[in-house]
């Protein structure tokens, strides 16, 4: 069965094709298709523990400091993040 790819981290939202490592690590040490390498590594979350209102926090600061992002865009971010793999209930 083939892996689904997806455009963007299924944990914060990031597009994967804008991940330096280009994506996270799975346990074979193959590249992840879901998870970007600032949220997985080794088939594992780098920060398991963290709920989705912190990880909507961590990107918001992120977008808001590092990339200047609209207000809109962030919004949005936020607004969109409860759908992703990892939050989905």
Not at 36 to 56: I, K, V, W
Request: aromatic share 6%; proline share 3%; charged share 35%.
């Amino acid at each position: 069965m083939e892996k689904k790819v997806y455009k963007q981290c299924q944990s914060c939202g990031m597009p994967l094709k804008k991940d330096e490592q280009g994506g996270g690590l799975e346990k074979d040490g193959s590249r992840s298709t879901m998870y970007c390498s600032h949220c997985y590594d080794n088939g594992e979350f780098r920060t398991p523990d963290m709920t989705l209102a912190e990880m909507q926090q961590l990107c918001d600061d992120i977008l808001k400091k590092e990339i200047k992002a609209s207000r809109v865009l962030r919004w949005m971010s936020k607004k969109q993040m409860p759908k992703l793999e990892r939050w989905k209930k």
